[in-house]
């Protein structure tokens, strides 16, 4: 087999790919310097804690897996770190979380590239062990599609020039975890005193005003159906004269007419109490919005999305008005969109986009979720969102505002490679591809282990490592012995 590099060494010269020694042996010093934009953010009043949320961060973006307090704090500072000033530090330190979203928000305002971008609300579960964990309740995990055993968060994205990050995230508290006998655990989980039930739709428009009233640059919001089916949250984006493209299920009644909403006037001389309630009163015709999508009069038209490295992205897709009405009786005039997907399936968005915009600009806004999943997946695959089981509340709130400065740290690294160090202008025609492929979070992650080596053990160091937990192990067992003996009065035989 012959070798590719020696037919055309050309084509791998990491320079023509803007990939110089420079920028890599740059990385770290980006990494301390984003790092030290947000020190201020981990201040308490009687500490400044700063060096273990480098620590904490650099291990997030360095390690391949089993991020950890201890494995952190011993793979980033070394075997004599047993991880106890880390594990204070994201579990008990009362710095806000809020604030490095806040931040974060702030630096893509003053950033012009990135104005214009998209929304993206969504909601991520993980699976718990037990119902110890804060928010943890048999409720719906959505990567697994049924109801489990987890914590769920609700997140907002940004999405912008094959960007994006995380901008805001909370834990939601199920209703359960506010009647009296879970109120006991409040403290000890760090559950903020004043936090009332609040919605995952509550929680989601809370995100996005805030985002708003921050100056985040947004043109439009997306949601999944969670989101997109309750009539009341999409009016309430439209009440905030806010553009949206939300998913919403197949089952979704319709009008396709303008209905005549009022209360019904009583018939005279005929018996019963008065109507209270409002009423369609002229009859519209009502369907299921996947009723439409096999409606000989619904025409499918072929949209080009973007070049991708698949080819270009093509789709089906169909739209036409309709109308839907809140529970209060309002009447919305809506975009439905319907996209055929490649099994032959198809899915369905709503708009309050303006009467003229076009099919293509419908179709461009859903097909730009995908970026907004993307948050999560690199969260979760390079990040290690998913990889803390953390069971106090502020727990979760620190490692998930950790995760988004991780995100942003790589959005911004790949801006200034694309400013700094453009790439071969004729390298898509020698490879006869339209868009050349973009760098990845995993690509900037393994170059950052380069400039930034974790310590590697040595024999002796395992050894001693090894040592030392069993001494830990042991220690623990004894206190245990100890606490029995004083609650029983006599040693347990």
């Known amino acids: ?36 934009r947000y020190r201020s953010c981990f201040l308490t009043q009687t500490r400044d804690p700063g060096e273990n949320g480098f620590t904490y961060l650099r291990g997030l973006l360095t390690m391949p897996n089993k991020r950890n307090y201890a494995n952190i704090a011993r793979h980033v500072n070394g075997i004599d770190d047993d991880g106890q000033n880390l594990q204070q530090f994201m579990s008990d330190s009362p710095w806000p979380a809020e604030s490095v979203f806040s931040q974060i928000r702030q630096e893509i305002a003053q950033m012009p590239q990135l104005h214009g971008g998209m929304l993206t609300l969504d909601e991520s579960g993980d ?45 939601f ?33 809370e995100m996005v005003r805030r985002a708003r009233s ?10 999944d159906t969670l989101y997109g089916r309750d009539h009341q949250f999409r009016a309430d984006l439209l009440a905030e004269g806010l553009t949206y493209c939300a998913d ?8 396709l007419k303008r209905p005549l909403i009022g209360i019904p006037k ?30 000989e009069n619904t025409v499918f038209h072929t949209v080009e999305i973007r070049h991708n490295e698949r080819g270009m992205l093509l789709y089906e897709c169909a739209a036409t008005r309709v109308f839907t009405i809140t529970e209060a009786g309002q009447v919305q005039e809506e975009w439905l ?35 907004g999943e993307r948050v999560f997946q690199d969260a979760k695959s390079e990040g290690g969102w998913d990889e803390l089981v953390a069971r106090k509340y502020r ?29 071969d202008s004729t390298l898509a025609e020698e490879l006869k591809i339209n868009v050349l492929p973009a760098l990845s979070m995993a690509n900037i992650r393994e170059m950052l282990m380069a400039v930034m080596p974790l310590e590697q053990l040595s024999v002796d160091d395992s050894i001693q490592l090894v040592t030392k937990h069993l001494v830990n192990r042991s220690k623990a067992t004894s206190s245990r012995l100890k606490k029995q003996i004083k609650n029983r009065g006599k040693p347990v035989i």
């Open 337 to 371: 969109l319907i996209r055929k997907e490649n099994d032959g399936q198809y899915t369905f968005s709503l708009s309050n986009a303006a009467n003229d915009t076009s099919l293509k600009q419908l179709a461009l806004w859903r097909c730009q979720r995908y970026f």
């Open 1 to 36: 087999m012959v070798n590719e590099y020696a037919k055309q060494p050309d084509l791998y010269n990491p320079e023509r790919w803007g990939l110089s020694r420079e920028f890599v042996l740059e990385l770290g010093e980006r990494l301390r310097s984003i790092w030290s």
């Open 214 to 223: 921050e100056g985040l640059p947004f043109s439009v919001v997306s949601c």
């Open 266 to 295: 009583k018939t005279k001389g005929k018996k019963g109490r008065k109507f209270k309630y409002w009423r369609v009163l002229n009859k519209a015709p009502v369907q299921k919005v996947r009723q439409l999508a096999d409606d």
């Open 395 to 423: 727990a979760w709130m620190h490692h998930t505002a950790l995760d988004a400065l991780a995100l942003w740290f790589m959005a911004q690294t790949k801006l200034e490679w694309e400013q700094k160090y453009p790439r």
């Open 173 to 205: 508290l199920p209703e359960k975890w506010f009647k009296p006998e879970y109120r006991g655990v409040w403290q000890q989980l760090h559950i903020p005193a004043d936090r009332r039930f609040k919605t995952k739709l509550e929680i989601g428009l």
């Open 248 to 255: 919403i299920p197949n089952n979704l009644k319709v009008c």
């Open 127 to 171: 699976l718990r062990s037990g119902g110890q964990s804060a928010g943890a309740a048999h409720q719906y995990i959505g990567r697994l599609g049924k109801v489990a055993m987890g914590q769920v968060g609700v997140a907002l994205g940004y999405y912008q020039h094959h960007n994006w990050m995380m901008v805001d995230a909370e834990l």
